[in-house]
């Protein structure tokens, strides 16, 4: 048998592991993760009451289900009618405190709109478009105004775009210059709704804006409008608006600098219809200039052989007509670094069938030494007689590469150390490419029959892929087949253009002299072209909906 001591020396570790078990299973947790959270802040008490009438306090207090945060409360919240000392808003916790710093009008609707003020404090979850009301006299204000927001171009719903309303008395005055105090984002399906609105003339917009100022005041906003203001008498729905990217009214430059090559690049705040450039100053070397435009033709590349100057003054001009002038500051001992690259039309090692091969330089190419250039065909070195390599007329930057391609042959162009010379005197390293002409099969050709519903009127046919990326542009004006041969098996769109003006491009419009941008219309059936196929497709273009 067990001795006293033995017996309480079993007992002690007996009871150190059952403490064990037990601590250790009390320090068990729950898994960590989870959905995430988000749901926005929802409002569980107000005082006094939403929609309040012939009231008199002096704060409101607003109780939430969760802790919250104010979020760029000076640009997103707004009270109209305005007041000229503004409120003061205090978040603690769940709680919102709003306290009135000037006299309330009397028999007056207010509508204290927090845009996307209010968040929640963990995911920053936003509690949009929510509205506080109340009236100091017996009626509250509730007229409404509704409708959607399209994009022009693309014709699908956008979401989270202001819409605001201005009174027309106030619209010269504010907008574009002051953030309005009417205002609303659209959802997920492009659907807005004004509320709580009493009888006036307003001007109505809508903006998509890359800054949350609510006023249009940037060149890559878009904006939507109506041209006819709406007198609101009673509710009214099925507004539409028609988002756009607005052109520059006003020519500038947005950038312009000295690439590490010497080039000089100039930045266009808007496309021009057919720019030109000329050096003023230094004027002796504006005859050995080289200048390439973007095919936007919002950019413009500068190259000059000699670059013994400190500074250089330019003219831009449009159909030859003069634009604006500007100038560059450069260091007469400034050095710049070049190195040859090449660019090539081929994608994926793959040469289109029945293209020749483009090369494109990103140096002007002066001088091209025939000796060092090799074209294999399966590794068999051509003869330089095989083969035509030559500059393309007015672009001394590419060249076109003629041969009888053979299908399934692999190729490697080959330019040894020297093959070319830029204008300043550089030669490229050496450098390849391999490619081989792509199958006949892998491509399709699409037939539009395309039915016009008024032939007297001009239309342009827009070819996009499933990105919706403008690949073939067609202006036409009667009835028959639009052709595209050669074309990679995929999926496309087609958008036509109500071309107004006829001048065989999309126009924007100006919100400022209230004109409306070119109407489009986007055929929804989605166009899947199969591999050595023949496709036609019926394009019904629909009358031109009317502009409001």
């Known amino acids: 048998m067990l001795n006293q001591k033995s017996a309480n020396f079993y007992n002690f570790f007996f009871y150190i592991f059952v403490a064990l078990v037990i601590f250790g299973c009390a320090a068990q947790q729950q898994p960590q993760g989870g959905p995430r959270d988000v749901t926005p802040p929802v409002l569980v008490k107000a005082l006094p009451a939403n929609k309040t009438r012939n009231f008199a306090a002096k704060e409101i207090n607003l109780e939430f289900d969760e802790f919250i945060k104010l979020a760029n409360q000076y ?28 006299t309330l009008k009397k028999n007056t609707t207010y509508v204290i709109n927090f845009g996307k003020g209010i968040q929640d404090v963990n995911e920053s979850n936003v509690m949009k478009n929510f509205t506080y009301v109340f009236s100091t006299g017996p009626h509250i204000d509730s007229l409404s105004i509704s409708g959607n927001v399209n994009n022009t171009l693309t014709q699908e719903k956008e979401k989270d775009v202001t819409v605001m309303l201005f009174p027309l008395k ?57 041209k006819k203001p709406i007198n609101l008498k009673s509710d009214t729905a099925n507004i539409k608006l028609n988002l756009f990217k607005q052109f520059p009214e006003k020519f500038r430059f947005s950038e312009k600098r ?44 500068v190259f000059v052989k000699y670059m013994n100057f400190d500074s250089i003054r330019v003219a831009v001009y449009d159909n030859n007509k003069p634009v604006d002038t500007t100038y560059l ?22 040469l289109k069938p029945g293209n020749d091969l483009k090369i494109t330089s990103n140096l002007p190419v002066d001088v091209i030494d025939n000796a060092q250039i090799t074209l294999k ?21 590419s060249l076109t590469l003629k041969y009888r391609w053979r299908q399934n042959a692999k190729y490697e162009l080959i330019f040894n150390p020297g093959a ?15 490619f081989q002409p792509d199958k006949p099969e892998n491509y399709s050709s699409l037939t539009l029959k395309v039915t016009l519903p008024d032939t007297s009127k001009a239309y342009v046919v827009e070819l996009l892929n499933d990105q919706k990326v403008v690949l073939e542009t067609t ?50 059936k989605e166009i ?10 019926p394009i019904v273009v629909p009358r031109e909906p009317l502009t409001p």
């Open 75 to 102: 640009t997103e919240i707004t009270m109209s009618p305005t007041m000229e000392k503004q409120p003061e808003y205090t978040a603690n916790k769940k709680h919102l405190r709003i306290v009135f710093k000037d």
């Open 170 to 226: 106030q619209d010269s005055l504010l907008f574009g210059k002051k953030k309005p105090s009417i205002f609303t984002t659209t959802d997920s399906s492009g659907n807005f709704s004004l509320n709580n609105l009493h009888e006036d003339q307003y001007r109505i917009y809508a903006l998509k804006e890359a800054s949350p100022d609510k006023i249009f005041n940037n060149d890559n906003e878009l904006i939507a409008f109506l």
């Open 258 to 301: 000295f690439d590490v090559d010497g080039k000089m690049l100039f930045v266009f705040n808007k496309a021009l219809q057919n720019p030109s450039l000329k050096i003023i100053y230094p004027a002796d070397i504006n005859n050995q200039k080289y200048v390439e435009f973007s095919k936007t033709k919002d950019t413009a590349s």
């Open 329 to 350: 500051l450069k260091q007469k001992k400034e050095t710049f670094t070049r190195v040859f690259n090449f660019k090539y039309n081929v994608s994926n090692d793959k």
């Open 377 to 397: 065909e399966d590794s068999i070195g051509l003869g330089s007689s095989d083969y035509t390599l030559q500059k393309d007329t007015g672009n001394v930057k």
């Open 420 to 434: 070319f010379t830029d204008i300043y005197g550089d030669k490229n390293k050496f450098t390849s490419k391999k």
């Open 475 to 524: 202006p036409i004006r009667r009835n028959g087949p639009v052709v595209y041969k050669t074309i990679l098996t995929g999926k496309y769109f087609v958008r036509v253009i109500y071309d107004e003006n006829k001048n065989g491009r999309w126009d924007s419009g100006n919100v400022h002299l209230k004109k409306q941008p070119e109407n489009t219309w986007v055929n929804e």
């Open 528 to 537: 899947t072209l199969r591999p050595n196929w023949e496709a036609e497709e």
